[in-house]
């Protein structure tokens, strides 16, 4: 089985050196690396160069166009029988491909989907950030934990599906949440994803709190959206980090009246603070793993509660559900 590694990127060329490093120290070589440049102002063709003796590796530049377009333009170029989509911010462990080869060697499927870690070198505040991601108090069992409280959607910083499923389905869309609804489409065309939990990636994901707040922030906006496209597909679950919002604003200002009423809230942000010294056995990390958690909870909540008041209540996105279904990828 050949595998493409197709990896987007815009202005990265310290995060692909750190990248195609790490594909150089594979410990089974049976795949091509392509990367597209979309558009970037601060291109990585030196940090590709370096690398051109080591790797199979094709690098082709492209007019600004989106992450999805990017990802479709590598797809058509690939060679290989199964997709692998990592972020330009991703280092992948040495077994990554060997193991995602015995993997499927031993139970193919066509769609999967592993999940992601905080590597030695990530700065406290990355390491911060991967807790409140993948923990099972914040959402991490939608993402893929240990424990899921929905079925398992594969994102792009670690998913791959074969050339039969690009055949079918056809490409990405360029959209926010733009994974979320791949996944949705495979599995409408009948395949299930498979959750590799061996097959794993360090993510660096964003570097301060501000930019943190703003992706999850859009996360919670376009969670509505992939509701307007897939009708009945937002879940009990999806509604969680809004009624934690609306919640604690809710016992916040009843505090003032009845102290005792933000009990429940305190002790909820002891048992994060607590689970993830824990977990980064580090009181430092953990206790910004705190903050990163609540930006996390605090930031996608607000998001769904602007965008379903907006575009559900007060019904304004039916045009750009109309314009995301004319911007299909292949």
């Not at 108090?137 to 910083?157: N, S, W, Y």
């Not at 992706?215 to 969670?223: A, E, K, P």
């Not at 609306?246 to 689970?275: E, K, R």
Request: hydrophobic letters at 40%; proline letters at 3%; a positive charge.
């Amino acid at each position: 089985m050949t595998f493409s590694i197709i990896i987007p990127v815009y202005n990265r060329p310290d995060e692909i050196a750190d990248l195609l490093e790490s594909l150089c120290q594979q410990s089974d070589k049976g795949f091509e690396t392509i990367i597209v440049e979309d558009g970037s102002t601060v291109r990585c063709i030196d940090q590709v160069r370096e690398h051109d003796n080591d790797l199979d590796i094709q690098y082709f530049y492209k007019e600004n166009e989106g992450r999805s377009i990017a990802r479709n333009y590598g797809m058509e170029r690939a060679k290989g029988e199964y997709f692998i989509f990592v972020d330009s911010d991703c280092i992948l462990p040495p077994q990554y491909i060997a193991t995602l080869r015995q993997q499927l060697s031993g139970d193919y499927t066509d769609f999967f989907g592993g999940p992601d870690a905080a590597h030695d070198s990530f700065s406290d505040t990355q390491k911060a950030i991967n807790y409140a991601m993948t923990a099972f108090l914040t959402t991490g069992g939608i993402r893929g934990g240990k424990v899921q409280m929905e079925k398992f959607v594969p994102r792009t910083f670690n998913m791959g599906f074969s050339r039969q499923v690009y055949d079918r389905v056809g490409g990405f869309r360029e959209m926010f949440s733009e994974d979320i609804d791949m996944s949705t489409r495979i599995r409408n065309a009948g395949f299930s994803p498979r959750l590799i939990r061996d097959v794993y990636v360090y993510h660096k994901r964003r570097g301060n709190l501000r930019k943190f707040w703003r992706q999850v922030h859009i996360f919670g906006m376009s969670r509505i959206t992939l509701q307007l496209l897939y009708p009945g597909s937002m879940k009990a679950v999806h509604w969680m980090p809004a009624l934690f919002t609306l919640g604690s604003a809710a016992l916040i200002i009843a505090s003032f009246w009845l102290p005792w009423t933000l009990i429940p809230l305190v002790l909820y942000i002891l048992a994060l603070w607590i689970d993830a010294i824990r977990k980064t056995k580090s009181l430092k990390i953990g206790s910004k793993a705190v903050i990163a958690a609540l930006i996390q909870l605090y930031g996608y909540g607000t998001g769904f509660i602007r965008a379903y008041i907006w575009k559900i209540l007060l019904r304004h996105g039916r045009d750009e559900q109309q314009e995301i279904e004319l911007r299909k990828g292949k």
